[in-house]
């Protein structure tokens, strides 16, 4: 894979209601290379009047149309079908993540096989999902049973930072269930929403089933404000799901969101530092710090601080940033100048309030074009301060000394996030024992380890619900109970 390979073509439509429909409007979003800024894809920009045809689609396709009605063996197939068309545009899907964002050629390559384990994942819950199960004895005698049924109409937001992951995760059991779908891709990163959206137009699924449009956060909301979408998914920052939250609750709207974090990394006094350092360094490269559940908080014992950064501000300094494409490169640029800026105004927050600048903090030398920043650790760091508080989203990482196991533990659940945390230690039983104590979605042992095919989701302000295989499709479901006064033949 490489920069020069042929970028994924403009788009000129939406997909609505089965085919690829002209725009409203002129309007178009230009998506630039983050490493070279030079444009590289442009699409459409939806308008009021795209929203309305999409809703209006998955609306009627859901009421009238055969997807809802048909078996989830049935809906399991077309699950197969866009997983191999997946592997089959592997090296697109991973060319274009990579422009996009700044992801590391190499590790965009590994998206498209995670996604495709994923749709297959969920298709193998068509045999093993509790859709319909005997209830319990019910107060009126007869015979009792759970039926769990298709929420709806979908509206899918998913963010910039892993589009194929987030739509996977997404459209996927939303199908399984027999949901109809309005997917909102972002304006930074569209390219993928366009491939996969042609891999499931080649599938032939019946028309409105899943339908694309590239919205501002204005007609965005259209989305989420129309009575005739039953449920809202949206992963993004806090204050975005917030928002999502006040609207979908003023018409009771079925809402899951996956929402910002500031994650701990717990490392207790028996960790190797060492090995701990280079994990946590190598995480936070790969995507440039660009990950809702990346380990920038480093709480460790104070006897312990000093050999801790030294060790990640070594690693960092020894890494190349440059373009994603090269091999030599262990990290790329940011997503945008905005967010560069946004980075560059918290190494000035995290400067001015008293925290040690320990490595990076500046752009590096000689890459006067692209999004580019410095890998940055802070020493010393007051878990009550700016950096230590708020989501930062780039490769900034504070390393927060702790009195004991039991001080670490109360600094990691001092935050309004509660996404994801890791324990460092030597014993899996002390592991255990401090990730009961964490108030967070996942907690890995000794590294960074989310896993959608588990179940991924915030505690506090890091959202509500959870993702991945079987967890994931409980909320795409409406739990309905049936008593009957006999067994049916048919069970």
């Known amino acids: 894979m490489s920069a020069t390979s042929e970028p994924v073509k403009s788009y000129r439509h939406f997909y609505i209601d089965g085919e690829w429909t002209q725009p409203s409007s002129d309007a178009t979003v230009t998506v630039t290379d983050s490493a070279t800024e030079e444009p590289f894809l442009q699409v459409p920009l939806a308008q009021p009047d795209d929203m309305e045809r999409a809703i209006r689609a998955a609306r009627r396709a859901f009421d009238e149309g055969p997807w809802p009605r048909m078996s989830h063996t049935e809906r399991a197939?077309?699950?197969?079908?866009?997983?191999?068309?997946?592997?089959?545009?592997?090296?697109?899907?991973?060319?274009?993540w990579a422009r996009e964002t700044g992801v590391l050629a190499g590790i965009a390559g590994q998206i498209a096989p995670m996604a495709e384990r994923s749709l297959n994942g969920y298709a193998d819950l068509a045999d093993t999902f509790p859709f319909t199960e005997p209830g319990l004895q019910s107060m009126w005698g007869g015979y009792s049973m759970i039926v769990r049924e298709p929420v709806g109409v979908v509206g899918a937001i998913y963010p910039w930072n892993g589009a194929l992951e987030y739509l996977v995760h997404k459209a996927a059991p939303a199908l399984l269930a027999g949901c109809t779908i309005v997917m909102k891709s972002?304006?930074?990163?569209?390219?993928?929403?366009?491939?996969?959206?042609?891999?499931?137009?080649?599938?032939?699924?019946?028309?409105?089933?899943?339908?694309?449009?590239?919205?501002?956060?204005?007609?965005?909301?259209?989305?989420?404000?129309?009575?005739?979408?039953?449920?809202?998914?949206?992963?993004?920052?806090?204050?975005?799901?917030?928002?999502?939250?006040?609207?979908?609750?003023?018409?009771?709207?079925?809402?899951?969101?996956?929402?910002g974090g500031k994650s701990a990394a717990v490392i207790l006094d028996d960790a190797d530092i060492q090995s701990a350092a280079q994990s946590l360094a190598g995480i936070e490269c790969f995507?440039?710090?660009?990950?809702?559940?990346?380990?920038?908080?480093?709480?460790?014992?104070?006897?312990?601080?000093?050999?801790?950064?030294?060790?990640?501000?070594?690693?960092?300094?020894?890494?190349?940033?440059?373009?994603?494409?090269?091999?030599?490169?262990?990290?790329?640029?940011?997503?945008?100048?905005?967010?560069?800026?946004?980075?560059?105004?918290?190494?000035?927050?995290?400067?001015?309030?008293?925290a040690e600048l320990a490595a990076g903090g500046g752009r590096p030398a000689g890459l006067d074009r692209g999004w580019f920043v410095e890998p940055t650790v802070f020493a010393n760091v007051d878990n009550s301060s700016t950096i230590a508080q708020e989501e930062i989203f780039g490769p900034v990482l504070s390393v927060i000394p702790a009195d004991d196991e039991r001080d670490a533990v109360r600094l990691a659940n001092d935050s309004k996030y509660g996404l994801n945390a890791a324990v460092f230690t030597r014993d899996a039983d002390r592991a255990l024992a401090a990730a009961r104590e964490l108030r967070c979605g996942t907690v890995g042992h000794n590294g960074f380890k989310p896993d959608f095919g588990i179940a991924f989701g915030g505690f506090k302000e890091s959202g509500i619900g959870r993702e991945g295989v079987r967890e994931g499709i409980r909320s795409y479901l409406e739990t309905k109970t049936v008593v009957l006064d006999e067994k049916p033949a048919g069970i």
């Open 77 to 96: 197939g077309c699950l197969r079908k866009l997983a191999t068309g997946v592997r089959e545009r592997a090296d697109e899907f991973a060319r274009t």
């Open 186 to 259: 972002p304006t930074q990163a569209p390219g993928e929403a366009y491939i996969f959206t042609e891999l499931l137009h080649e599938i032939g699924l019946p028309a409105g089933v899943f339908n694309l449009v590239t919205a501002d956060r204005v007609v965005g909301e259209q989305l989420v404000t129309d009575p005739r979408v039953d449920k809202i998914t949206f992963t993004g920052s806090t204050a975005a799901g917030r928002r999502i939250g006040v609207l979908g609750a003023d018409r009771i709207a079925r809402v899951t969101l996956e929402l």
């Open 287 to 354: 995507q440039s710090g660009q990950v809702c559940a990346s380990l920038t908080r480093i709480i460790v014992p104070r006897a312990r601080h000093d050999e801790m950064v030294d060790a990640i501000a070594d690693f960092f300094k020894q890494v190349k940033v440059g373009s994603p494409f090269d091999p030599a490169s262990g990290m790329g640029p940011l997503v945008s100048a905005s967010q560069r800026e946004r980075v560059e105004g918290y190494i000035a927050k995290g400067i001015d309030g008293g």
